[in-house]
């Protein structure tokens, strides 16, 4: 399949990250093969009218738990221990196959719909996360949540559940689909058994995706037993000597900081998140200015509420001027940068997603720009940062397929999805 965008503004966010106005967009199979003026010798199966929209990288939502979207709305107003220890993991524990697809497609729709096309997961029964991704032509990254418990045997089939699930999903549906091991949290694994996780993810090749330094209490827990913060705990048992996805990081300190970035520690911002459960805000600016990669992501839709990642840019940029009392913390251009390329750099994909380029697999959405919302049209990476909503995601592209045109799912029933994961999700809470 071949396809022309014609006539767009393309925000392309790769060495250039100015707009470019008036341009076309000729796809030919998965890749972008051309970007420029148009060219009457290149003929295509079908042509996309780009007037009025914006074409920029599909946002990459680097840390979440799609399938918690059955949980949306359960559990609010509550602080994050008691979140999960009471709330939370009691529910889980009584989760089936059935209910992780269907919370997965349901949040893959909300995805697809918002202008996420590719998303980093970390949950249980990852296989039907994979089926779903497979199923409805999203780019993902799988990676089985891994919490020690006291059986020795439990422990060891987390392993092995881990290893086949790279082996029989790592590099399918054409390459949309990657595996990564994921140890839960230091304050959840101890060091014998993050130990073994680290073997694995090297004898696997695989990176580490990992939740650090999320909130003050694990930050003093970890203190108070090891003398250390939860990063420099890890690092000198040598978690960072395999690529690294770390999750939150909001309570880190100058020394942390050094460490993540001596190391090349993707940083996985979750604003939303943090904010709705209390845990703080991360230090994004300082992280950056130190050479750290600092990724976005949503969280899970149960902590969040929802999958809106231009929800998260705008958070990440106003937020950090708040914080920094500075109004040039974070510009617009960076909270972009955040969402797509960086976030294609932490999941270690950004030889092919995360920017518009020749050659680059093509994965891009388009931003209708005939809002009232979006007028008058002063500076679009602005309107794209502070002015858009999720809503306003027209048409998206992922691996050279249409997923989703003039707001239409192509790959999705989302009548059937909805009422699936409302069927599933009253019946796991009255358990």
């Known amino acids: 399949m071949s396809i ?111 202008g996420i096309t590719c998303f980093s997961d970390m949950y249980f029964f990852m296989e039907e996360v994979g089926k779903a991704a497979e199923e409805t032509g999203i780019r993902g990254v ?75 209490k694990e930050v003093e827990d970890s203190f108070e037993q090891y003398k250390k913060s939860p990063i420099k705990h890890v690092y000198d048992l040598g978690l960072f000597e395999i690529p690294t996805l770390a999750a939150h990081c909001v309570h880190v300190s100058d020394e942390d900081i050094e460490i993540l970035s001596a190391n090349g520690v993707s940083v996985v911002n979750n604003p939303g998140s943090n904010l709705k459960l209390a845990s703080g805000f991360a230090p994004v600016e300082k992280m950056i200015n130190r050479g750290v990669n600092v990724a976005l992501g949503t969280d899970g839709s149960s902590s969040n509420n929802n999958l809106n990642m231009f929800e998260e840019m705008n958070l990440a940029a106003v937020i950090n001027k708040a914080v920094n009392e500075s109004a040039v913390s974070i510009p617009a251009i960076t909270a972009i940068e955040m969402a797509t390329s960086n976030g294609a750099k932490a999941l270690n994909w950004e030889d092919e997603i995360g920017s518009i380029e020749v050659g680059k697999k093509a994965d891009l959405i388009l931003v209708d720009m005939n809002k009232p919302h979006l007028y008058p049209r002063h500076n679009v990476v602005s309107a794209l940062a502070y002015s858009c909503q999720a809503s306003d995601v027209e048409t998206v592209i992922v691996d050279g397929k249409v997923l989703m045109e003039k707001y239409e799912l192509k790959t999705i029933d989302i009548e059937k999805v909805m009422y699936n994961a409302e069927k599933a999700a009253h019946s796991l809470v009255n358990r």
């Open 4 to 114: 022309l965008i014609k006539n767009v503004t393309l925000l392309p966010m790769g060495a250039k990250k100015e707009p470019i106005e008036d341009t076309n967009i000729y796809i030919e199979g998965d890749k972008i093969q051309y970007i420029g003026e148009l060219k009457e010798e290149l003929k295509v199966d079908r042509v996309i009218d780009g007037k009025n929209k914006v074409a920029m990288p599909g946002l990459v939502n680097a840390h979440t738990h799609i399938s918690m979207s059955l949980l949306r709305n359960y559990a609010d107003d509550v602080p994050l221990y008691e979140w999960l220890t009471q709330k939370i993991w009691p529910v889980e524990a009584n989760l089936t196959e059935e209910d992780v697809y269907w919370g997965a497609m349901l949040s893959i729709a909300e995805m697809i719909q918002s």
């Open 142 to 216: 799988l990676s089985r949540g891994t919490i020690e418990e006291e059986s020795e045997a439990l422990n060891k089939e987390k392993l092995d559940y881990t290893k086949n699930l790279y082996k029989n999903w790592n590099g399918k549906a054409d390459g949309r689909i990657k595996v990564m091991v994921a140890p839960h949290a230091p304050y959840t694994c101890s060091p014998a058994y993050l130990e073994k996780i680290i073997d694995l993810a090297k004898e696997l090749g695989a990176g580490i995706h990992i939740h650090l330094s999320e909130t003050k």
